[in-house]
Each structure stands twice: as C-alpha cells, then as structure tokens.
Nanobody, 116 residues
Framework: QVQLVESGGGLVEPGGSLRLSCATSGFTFSVYAMTWYRQTPGKERELVAAISSTGGSTNYADSVKGRFTISRDNAKNTVYLQMNSLKPEDTAVYYC?????????WGQGTQVTVSS
C-alpha cells in the first residue's frame, strides 16, 4: 500500500535547525512531484516547498525562502526539508504530499514546534 512517513520533527529553539524526512513506498516515487505543506489549527494548510520529479525545479513560500531547502533522493524514495533559522511562526504540523496528475497522497504529518 502507499505510505508516506514523515520524521525529524520536534521542539527547537528560535534560530535552530531541523531536517524533516519523508520516506515513501507503494508508488513510483521518481515520477511524482513532492511537496511539503504545513498547518496550524484554525488556519489554512499552506504550501511550504515543492520539487519536481527529477529535482530540477524547486519553489518556496516567500515566508521560508532563503531559510528552507527541499531536496529529494530518488534512489531512496525520500524527500527532505532542511529548515534553518527557525522562527516561532514556523510552528506547525508539516505534511509530505506527492502528486502526479490525478494521483496524490498525503503523509500523516509531523509536529514542529519552535519555542524558547
């Protein structure tokens, strides 16, 4: 079955760093675009970063550009989100999302909390 399993979330102080991973199985990872979304209770789910199937193109929300980096390893069926210079406003549940045309899959989410 299709699985997207995020890891790497946790509690970090402002200015710190985390690296999220999303390990996938059950679909042809290398032909899917991969994205990271985040959501805080009561707020709309927000696109954070996206990467094309080959890794040749990326894009980022303005709020994270210059601080976050999305990457993928097609040999490992895994997508990453390196988060640096974290701010309290980055606190959210982060979700891995794969899509290809009409096919799309969500991960379960991982909590990131940025706090002193």
């Amino acid at each position: 079955q299709v699985q997207l399993v995020e890891s790497g979330g946790g509690l970090v102080e402002p200015g710190g760093s985390l690296r999220l991973s999303c390990a996938t199985s059950g679909f042809t990872f290398s032909v899917y675009a991969m994205t990271w979304y985040r959501q805080t209770p009561g707020k709309e789910r927000e696109l954070v970063a996206a990467i094309s199937s080959t890794g040749g193109s990326t894009n980022y929300a303005d709020s994270v550009k210059g601080r976050f980096t999305i990457s993928r390893d097609n040999a490992k069926n895994t997508v990453y989100l390196q988060m640096n210079s974290l701010k309290p406003e980055d606190t959210a549940v982060y979700y891995c999302y794969a899509y290809r045309g009409r096919e799309a899959y969500w991960g379960q989410g991982t909590q990131v909390t940025v706090s002193s």
